[in-house]
């Protein structure tokens, strides 16, 4: 006769990784999209439209996204931090990530690292944190202060 083995029951994760995960998930999604799309080579990258700059833009619009999810986690997860401070770090983030992406792209074929690529992602950065970090500054106004 085998004994059956019961399942054990594992508890659920902690109620401070549901909020970490939460708050990071979608910038760590968007930026392995932006990954997965650098590791294209020139040759596989979908023509989205035939506009003359569509890369800067394009550049832009994905950083500025990240930007935004950057500050975004930040808020969520270290609330100490000043605004001015949260804006700074998600900036810095991002534009270390556009660093490394530039650089990722001159070893992928057909690819290459630019300078005019890589100061469309730092503005693109610029513009999605500074409109979160407005949108939180109102939220904040029409909300009060937190309540301890």
């Known amino acids: ?3 059956r083995r019961q399942a054990v029951k594992r508890p659920p994760l ?6 970490f ?6 910038a760590s999604l968007w930026a392995a999209l932006i990954f997965y799309v650098s590791s294209l080579p020139g040759d596989r990258l979908p023509r ?13 619009l994905e950083f500025l996204i990240l930007g935004a999810l950057v500050y975004r986690a930040l808020a969520l997860t270290r609330p100490g931090l000043g605004h001015a401070l949260l804006a700074l770090a998600s ?3 991002a534009a270390g990530y556009a660093l490394g992406d530039e650089y990722h792209q001159s070893f992928v074929p057909g690819r290459e690292a630019a300078a005019g690529d890589l100061l469309a992602d730092l ?18 106004r029409i909300r009060g202060p937190k309540q301890a």
């Open 1 to 3: 006769m085998t004994k």
């Open 14 to 19: 902690p109620r401070k990784w549901h909020g």
């Open 21 to 26: 995960i939460s708050a990071w998930g979608p």
């Open 48 to 60: 989205l439209w035939t506009w003359e700059h569509r890369d800067i833009i394009l550049h832009s």
């Open 91 to 93: 900036w810095a983030s």
């Open 123 to 140: 503005l693109g950065a610029v513009i999605g944190v500074v409109l979160l970090h407005e949108l939180f500054k109102r939220y904040e």
